[in-house]
């Protein structure tokens, strides 16, 4: 029985109910980065009991994972069979706090732990820098380290590899192009074609450090934004036919041959 990993995004987590699966034995690890999973905390975090609206408990304990540090013991504790990396939440900045480092998604935004002594004066460092990209290096280069000596040695690392769209299929049916500037976050804009550029780096440098990854990606062809996706229109968040193809190819390195796929 596969016990899987999810290192990434809503595109890898999403593609569960093509494969006709329920997510069991699934642990799924979003909004961090690989430098923030081997960072240290940032100090002392109050922890709200509840979600702090507008999160939901899930996304509020992935902020709390990436504030505590916690993923790494879970990971291990999981033992999965196989670890799945997909890029696509790396397109949020880096916070620097004191020694600690923590990624600064929208849920961390709205979470109101910015206001907390440890991360009130946290200093920003751009996605796209140079600073950022050493951050991300090191911490490839940690992830390497941590799977080799650690039981994760053995289980089956898989890069989804996955870009952000330049069209998307309307509402209607029809097709329109997505800006070259995109708003990501409440007055956050990113371009698209640099973070592209970003992620075709980061893939590079992936299958660099884990030569023996598997990879599966779905074709230009289907690499198309949906206005009627289930969480709104995203550069990443894809037509059926996208997940339908990754689906194709991943489902039988999970589930074995007899793996099909399932209208959604």
């Known amino acids: 029985m596969s016990r899987v990993a999810i290192i990434g995004s809503c595109i890898t987590r999403d593609l569960w109910p093509y494969m006709g ?60 069979t196989h670890i799945i ?15 600690g480092l923590v990624t600064h998604s929208w849920e961390l935004e709205v979470s109101g732990y910015l206001a907390q002594p440890a991360l009130s004066e ?6 796209l820098s140079e600073g950022a990209g050493l ?37 209607r049916g029809g097709m329109a192009d997505l800006e070259t500037s995109l708003e990501i976050m409440a007055g956050h ?5 640099a973070h592209n550029a970003l992620l075709r780096q980061y893939e590079a440098d992936f299958l660099t450090q884990f030569p023996a990854a598997l990879v599966v990606a779905a074709p230009d062809d289907q690499v198309i934004a949906d206005e009627n996706h289930q969480w709104g229109l995203s550069p990443f968040h894809y037509v059926p036919g996208y997940y339908q193809a990754v689906c194709g190819q991943l489902a039988p390195l999970l589930f074995g041959a007899e793996a099909g796929l399932q209208p959604v």
């Open 135 to 171: 951050l991300w290096r090191q911490g490839l280069a940690e992830m390497a380290a941590f799977l080799a000596l650690t039981p994760l040695r053995e289980a089956q690392v898989i890069l989804h590899r996955a870009h952000w769209a330049d069209r998307y299929r309307t509402a």
């Open 189 to 193: 804009f990113a371009s698209r074609p």
């Open 122 to 127: 946290a200093r920003r460092i751009p996605r």
């Open 85 to 99: 990396f997909d890029f696509i939440d790396e397109r949020f900045d880096l916070l620097a706090a004191g020694p």
């Open 21 to 80: 699966k329920d997510p069991f034995d699934l642990l799924y690890v979003a909004r961090t980065s690989l430098p923030s999973l081997f960072a240290e905390a940032p100090g002392r975090i109050d922890v709200a009991p509840e979600p702090p609206p507008p999160l939901k408990r899930h996304t509020h304990n992935a902020v709390v994972a990436d504030l505590t540090k916690s993923t790494l013991a879970a990971l291990v504790r999981h033992r999965p």
